[in-house]
C-alpha cells in the first residue's frame, strides 16, 4: 500500500470513519423508532459502507445515511479522495474502498460490513471483492443503477480511462463478469430503473446473473439515492440471510 494509502487509513481511523450524522429533513425521521436510532448510534447497528459514483460525494446519501440509522444501521459514507475523472483506474478506487472498509471494521469491531453503491461506486466496490480480497470482508453488497454490462453510449467516447471502462464488453468489465457475474459468498443485489440514461443498451445494464435484481420505474440515475421506494429494498437486502437464493426479478412499485 501507498504511504498516502496508510496516511488515510490513519486518519479514517482517527476520525472514526466518518463524520458528523447528517441531518435529515423532517418528513424522513417522523415516526423513527428511538430504540433503533439509539442502537445506530452506540455502534451495534449493522456497519454499512455507502460508497458513491464518479463526480458523486458522500452527500448523495444525504437523505439515505439517516434513514439507515433511524432503522437500526450504523452507516458511513466515503468520499473519494485525488481522482481526476480522466486519469483513475478501477483499481485505484478499489484500493480506497479497501481503506475504508479496514477503517470501518476496526471502529465498529465487526470482521464483515455491508455496503450499498451507486453507479461506478458499485463496479469499484465489486473491483475490491474480486481482486483485492473484499469479499472476506463484505457480507452484503446493494448497487443502485451500477452499469456492470456498460454504457451504451461509451462506444462513442474518447479513449480516456472512463469511456473504456463503461464500453459494453470492455476488458476490465469482462474480467469482473466471468466467468461468472458474482463472486464470493457475498449477497448481492441490483436496483436498477428503466428511466435511467446509464440503462441505454438492449439489456439491462444494471442487473447482475446470480444476483437479487430490483428494476423500478421513473427514477433517474441520481435519483436512485434518494427515491423513498428503494429504501425499504435495501433493507430487506442488508438483512437477507446468505443461504437465501434468488428468484426472478421483482418490480418496485
Not at 470482521?111 to 451507486?118: E, K, L
Request: charged fraction near 15%; glycine fraction near 10%.
Amino acid at each position: 500500500m501507498k504511504l498516502a494509502g496508510w496516511m488515510l487509513l490513519a486518519g479514517l481511523m482517527l476520525a472514526g470513519c466518518g463524520k458528523a450524522p447528517v441531518v435529515a429533513p423532517v418528513a424522513v425521521l417522523r415516526g423513527s423508532d428511538p430504540a433503533l436510532v439509539a442502537k445506530a448510534a452506540t455502534g451495534q447497528g449493522n456497519p454499512v459502507l455507502l460508497v458513491h459514483g464518479i463526480h458523486g460525494s458522500s452527500q448523495n446519501f444525504a437523505v439515505m445515511e439517516p434513514w439507515l440509522r433511524q432503522n437500526g444501521f450504523d452507516p458511513v459514507a466515503l468520499d473519494f479522495v485525488d481522482v481526476a475523472w480522466r486519469d483513475w483506474t478501477l483499481d485505484d478506487l478499489a484500493d480506497q474502498v479497501a481503506l475504508h472498509v479496514m477503517a470501518l471494521r476496526a471502529r465498529t469491531g465487526k470482521d464483515q460490513i455491508d455496503v450499498v453503491a451507486h453507479s461506478l461506486g458499485g463496479i469499484a466496490t465489486r473491483q475490491y471483492i474480486k481482486f483485492h480480497g473484499g469479499d472476506k470482508y463484505i457480507k452484503h453488497l446493494v448497487c443502485l443503477g451500477s452499469p456492470h454490462h456498460g454504457v451504451g453510449y461509451a462506444a462513442l467516447g474518447p479513449g480516456i480511462d472512463i469511456a473504456t471502462l463503461f464500453r459494453p464488453h470492455s476488458q476490465q468489465l469482462n474480467d469482473l463478469n466471468r466467468p461468472a457475474e458474482i463472486f464470493g459468498q457475498v449477497a448481492y443485489t441490483n436496483v436498477w430503473s428503466t428511466s435511467d440514461y446509464m440503462e441505454a443498451l438492449p439489456f439491462a445494464s444494471g442487473r447482475q446473473i446470480g444476483a437479487f435484481n430490483f428494476r423500478i420505474n421513473g427514477t433517474t440515475h441520481s435519483g436512485m439515492t434518494t427515491d423513498p421506494r428503494i429504501f425499504p429494498v435495501i433493507k430487506e437486502s442488508l438483512l437477507r440471510p446468505l443461504a437465501e437464493a434468488p428468484g426472478a426479478e421483482r418490480h418496485i412499485e
